[in-house]
């Protein structure tokens, strides 16, 4: 019993010892615990101060109690300790180095102080570069020494601005210095500002209103913001599918690769909101805005629009607590704003400026601004290079800025219209030069055609005064409102080229021009601009004419684009054209249309911008007329001064490389030698052939009749005038002579009419060296009997020695060959060809010659005819079916039933005495010599054209 107590004194001790033991472990516990949310506090504090930094931290009014305890004090003297010794080195080169870099970047008016340009309009025209940086202030670190502040803007960034309501006039004057400054920078009208304010109607940024009077500022009703937004989309598909066509991503890299000049003014469009979203509708309009506006030179200000970009963007936030901070400091540098500019200096320097825009605008520009530098003329290597992307080429003037009409994939043709005396044919001819004067003659090729009585484009062909021409052209058209067919002609080339531009496409599997000439770059493949002044009179009839031409040119609209083959259609009104009725897809391929002052029907039917225009302007428009496409330009006088100095200076530089152009000029006919130059000569085996007159086509080429020796091989000239049919008659008879040996042919000219006397004559004499015989009314009878029987022993086997039977005026003979002559005669119509013996007659009536051919003969026995003045009612029994001819003068229906389907016009060759007379009062050889002799050369510098021999001369054109 007595160890009991002991054991319980034991027990107690030790539970004693276990509570002491408890509560050490406790006590150790807690101090662990309060020294682990000590730490934890210590190392958030410098987590917080080292992410936000230590001014934002004292800012933070949630954090001073924090900076207030002692404890906590060690933790801020070491990131104080640690901040001072990151900025040491920094403070020390660090602000110096930013100020060299803001000052390359802000150059001028970008970041000068506002003393320095204030009230003076800007000079620069970018060339040399746009500042990447515009100034809004200035900023410091630590409160070491202060540096500028900038934000990018054109081309570069869009800009947002936050504000609080306290500090919003503070931000609209912000705003309002960043674009003092851009307007100060640059010449007036290289840069527009667009303003809208949803809660003014005037909008802010009052002090910048002076600049509204030559709209450099444009306001915008507070309730028509889709509009603004649909304007700048108009803008970014515009310069997409205009400007931006060569594969250039932007504005800034197409002036990059250029002459560094602006084609298009830059647009900052500020939107001041009041804080609220906008609509979705908007809100979606805008990010597409945002996202494409920067390459087309749009940049956006936006002050208290909440939206989300997705596009490079620059934010100014103004809210307390903090001090203003920017993106492009961050958010530990303090950035305080340069003080607003006085409102009467905003004034004057708008006033400044938009009288400086004023007097830019009144410059007159002239032709010679629109050109390269002369060093550049026709090389492609100036502005746009090449042609493979499109012709692009400034015609007018609009803001002091060239605008250039473009033919590219986008635009494919153009169709022009305007009144008389608006300026169309000056128009035509600033379009020419300018093309080239940009594009090589290898990359760009022009088809001039005009279908008025004037001779506007005969100065890029070589005339007797004149001998140079224009290297890019290879065919010029004039005075050819009376010869239809050569529009038909024209659009047949092309579309026999354009055929075969798309088989060597094919054939390198490729289906564009660009791409082809890529693949195959040692082919020729320039590209094709076909211009047609007066175009409607191509259409002007209800015949097989207009109807074949109404086709081609759908088939070259709808086609040419991919082969590179350009139209260019100009006309006084366009309304009119019956042919064109129901089928609105031709005009649709025109998508570029070219309105002169009081042009009707060539823009869009809601569009009449035309019809205030003054004189020497125009409305371009590169979207099919729709108003929202309108560019109203001045056009320069194409002055004949610089026209004639840039072709100067183009065929010194490229004749040697180019043939002159084919000259057709509808006043006058082609001459006898240039089309005899290209027959085949004596002794190479071919088959002979006689000239009649010149096709009506691209080539110039001339017509002939194939003689060889087979039935039908007869050619008859109908006519009742001598002029013209003798002149027929001379050209192919003179045109045979030499395709044969001297000697090797028997040539019987017969006049059987007075007026047919003297150009026996003259035939006589050119076929002096083979055998000719002349034989007047009193022995034809006689000879044709003779020949008659001749053709008989041939025909038994006798010698076939080549006979031409030429009759002047052969229903003449008919009183006086009786029923054997005529007999005779008829034997040799219809077997004298293939034995070798040929008529080659005129006869003055059409129904006289069908008498001719009956009983013995047949109209079959005529196998070519070339019908003068004689309707073509009449000519039905000698030709394929019902004909569509009405005289014309120095025209002919040619059919030859071995080569043709349907009669085609020809021209009438000059007759060689006219040719001689000309030749004489102008001092230049004659064109063929005296009897017996060949052709002698042409004078030196004449060239062989086509219609006209060339004598259009440049003072004639004026």
């Not at 890529?518 to 590209?527: E, L, Q, T, Y």
């Not at 205030?612 to 007329?625: I, K």
């Not at 008498?851 to 003969?857: I, R």
Request: aromatic share 6%; proline share 7%.
């Amino acid at each position: 019993m007595a160890r009991r107590p002991g054991r319980r004194e034991r027990i107690v001790s030790a539970f004693a010892d276990f509570a002491d033991a408890v509560e050490a472990a406790l006590r150790g516990a807690g101090a662990a615990r309060d020294e682990a949310v000590r730490a934890h506090a210590r190392a958030m504090l410098e987590l917080w101060l080292r992410t936000d930094g230590l001014d934002a931290a004292r800012a933070d009014e949630g954090l001073a109690a924090a900076f207030a305890s002692a404890e906590l004090a060690p933790v801020v003297a070491r990131v104080e300790a640690d901040h001072a010794a990151a900025f040491d080195t920094w403070q020390a080169g660090g602000p110096a180095a930013l100020r060299a870099v803001f000052d390359e970047a802000a150059p001028g008016a970008a970041g000068d102080d506002p003393d320095r340009w204030i009230g003076d309009a800007g000079k620069d025209d970018g060339t040399d570069g746009v500042p990447r940086l515009w100034r809004i202030g200035h900023a410091s670190v630590a409160g070491g020494e202060s540096f500028p502040v900038g934000v990018p803007l054109l081309d570069d960034s869009h800009l947002q601005v936050v504000s609080a309501p306290d500090c919003r006039a503070t931000a609209e004057a912000l705003v309002e210095a960043l674009l003092v400054r851009v307007l100060s920078y640059f010449r007036p009208g290289l840069v527009a500002v667009h303003v809208w304010d949803v809660g003014q109607f005037t909008g802010s940024l009052p002090g910048l209103y002076p600049l509204t009077s030559t709209g450099l500022l444009t306001v915008h009703d507070p309730g028509r913001l889709p509009a603004l937004l649909e304007e700048l989309s108009d803008r970014i598909r515009r310069v997409h599918t205009r400007v931006l066509v060569d594969g250039h991503p932007s504005l800034r890299a197409l002036a990059a690769e250029t002459d560094g000049r602006r084609t298009e003014p830059w647009l900052v469009a500020v939107l001041v909101g009041n804080r609220t979203a906008l609509s979705e509708d908007d809100h979606r309009q805008l990010q597409r805005v945002a996202r494409g506006g920067l390459a087309c030179g749009i940049s956006l200000v936006l002050l208290d629009v909440p939206v989300t970009l997705n596009a490079a963007v620059e934010t100014v936030d103004m809210r307390p607590p903090r001090q203003v901070r920017t993106s492009m400091t961050g958010p530990h540098v303090d950035v305080r704003l340069d003080r607003p500019l006085p409102r009467d200096k905003v004034v004057a320097a708008g006033i400044a400026i938009s009288r400086a825009h004023e007097e830019w605008r009144s410059r007159v520009g002239t032709f010679a601004d629109l050109l390269p530098p002369p060093a550049e003329w026709g090389t492609g290597r100036g502005e746009r290079g090449g042609t493979a992307a499109g012709v692009h080429a400034p015609v007018g003037f609009a803001e002091g800025l060239r605008k250039d009409l473009v033919l590219a994939d986008g635009s494919p043709h153009a169709l022009i219209g305007g009144p008389s005396g608006t300026g169309k044919t000056n128009l035509l001819l600033t379009m020419i030069g300018s093309m080239a004067a940009r594009y090589s003659p290898h990359e760009l090729e022009f088809y001039l055609l005009d279908f008025k009585e004037g001779v506007s484009f005969a100065q890029f062909a070589p005339g007797r005064r004149d001998t140079t021409w224009l290297p890019h052209a290879r065919l010029v058209g004039v005075n050819v409102n009376t010869d239809r067919e050569f529009g038909l002609a024209l659009l047949r080339f092309l579309s026999d080229e354009m055929r075969r531009r798309a088989d060597a496409a094919k054939e390198h599997e490729v289906t564009k021009l660009e791409e082809l000439r890529h693949r195959d770059p040692h082919g020729h493949w320039p590209r094709i601009v076909a211009v047609i002044d007066e175009f409607q009179y191509l259409f002007a009839e209800r015949d097989d004419v207009t109807r074949a031409a109404t086709q081609l040119l759908e088939d070259v609209a709808r086609r040419g684009r991919s082969q590179g083959i350009h139209l260019v259609l100009a006309s006084q009104d366009v309304s009119g054209i019956e042919a064109f009725w129901g089928r609105p897809a031709i005009f649709e391929q025109f998508v570029l249309r070219v309105a002169l002052p009081r042009a009707r029907r060539v823009l869009a039917d809601l569009n009449d911008a035309a019809l205030d225009l003054p004189r020497w302007h125009a409305v371009l428009n590169h979207e099919s007329g729709i108003k929202h496409g309108n560019e109203i330009v001045r056009i320069p006088d194409a002055a004949q001064s610089t026209l004639a100095l840039l072709q100067q200076r183009l065929h010194d530089d490229h004749a040697a490389a180019f043939a002159p152009p084919v000259l057709f000029d509808g006043a006058r006919a082609p001459r006898y030698a240039d089309l005899a130059d290209r027959l085949p000569a004596a002794g190479g085996g071919a088959t002979p052939r006689a000239l009649v007159g010149q096709v009506i086509d691209v080539a110039a080429s001339p017509a002939t009749v194939a003689l060889p020796d087979a039935p039908a091989r007869n050619i008859a000239v109908l006519g009742a005038g001598a002029s013209d049919a003798l002149a027929v008659l001379a050209a192919a008879t003179a045109s045979l002579r030499d395709q044969y040996a001297p000697g090797e042919v028997d040539v019987v000219l017969v006049p059987l009419v007075v007026e047919a006397v003297e150009p026996a004559r003259r035939m006589a004499a050119r076929l002096a060296g083979h055998v000719v015989t002349t034989v007047g009314l009193d022995g034809v009878r006689e000879r044709v009997e003779t020949l008659a029987a001749d053709v008989t022993a041939r025909l038994s086997g006798g010698p076939r020695r080549p006979v031409h039977l030429v009759l002047l005026g052969g229903d003449a003979a008919d009183h006086v060959l009786d029923r054997p002559g005529t007999e005779a005669l008829r034997r040799i119509l219809h077997f004298g060809p293939e034995t070798g013996v040929h008529v080659l007659g005129w006869w003055r009536s059409v129904g006289r010659l069908r008498t001719l051919l009956t009983l013995g003969a047949a109209p079959d026995d005529i196998g070519a005819w070339v019908a003068l003045d004689v309707q073509g009612s009449e000519l039905g029994p000698l030709g394929p079916g019902l004909l569509q001819w009405a005289p014309r003068p120095g025209r002919g229906l040619f059919f030859d039933r071995a080569q043709h389907a349907r009669p085609q016009v020809v021209l009438v060759p000059e007759p060689e005495q006219d040719q001689a007379s000309r030749s004489g009062a102008a001092g230049e050889v004659p064109l063929s010599g005296a009897a017996g002799e060949g052709p002698l050369p042409s004078a030196p510098g004449d060239v062989p054209l086509s219609g006209a021999a060339g004598d259009v001369s440049r003072e004639d054109r004026g």
